[in-house]
Nanobody, 115 residues
Framework: QVQFVESGGGLVQPGGSLRLSCAASGFIFEIYTMGWYRQVPGKQRELVAHEIYNGGTNYADSVKDRFTISRDNAKNTVYLQMNNLKPEDTAVYYC?????????WGQGTQVTVSS
């Protein structure tokens, strides 16, 4: 059974940083692309970053140069380092395998950017 457990969210002031973690299980982690998504109430979930199994990365324009996705295949964990956070980054953040619609979603981790 595929599972994702996100952690590391919290309340941070604008300009601050957070590092999110996601522990994955139920599949061969090292051969799959992993992504970080976020969702705010009333809006569609959006993909903000993804990392291909071979290390290639891609970011949404809104987070480029501020967020960094990385992975530790030995720990089946994907990370999202978020720097220079802005109020518009406030959302629930999830990790998932892009395009695997049959995978369930984790509970997510709340990130709130506010002064």
């Amino acid at each position: 059974q595929v599972q994702f457990v996100e952690s590391g969210g919290g309340l941070v002031q604008p300009g601050g940083s957070l590092r999110l973690s996601c522990a994955a299980s139920g599949f061969i982690f090292e051969i799959y692309t992993m992504g970080w998504y976020r969702q705010v109430p009333g809006k569609q979930r959006e993909l903000v970053a993804h990392e291909i199994y071979n290390g290639g990365t891609n970011y949404a324009d809104s987070v480029k140069d501020r967020f960094t996705i990385s992975r530790d295949n030995a720990k089946n964990t994907v990370y999202l380092q978020m720097n220079n956070l802005k109020p518009e980054d406030t959302a629930v953040y999830y990790c998932h395998r892009p395009n695997f619609v049959s995978d369930s979603w984790g509970q997510g981790t709340q990130v709130t950017v506010s002064s």
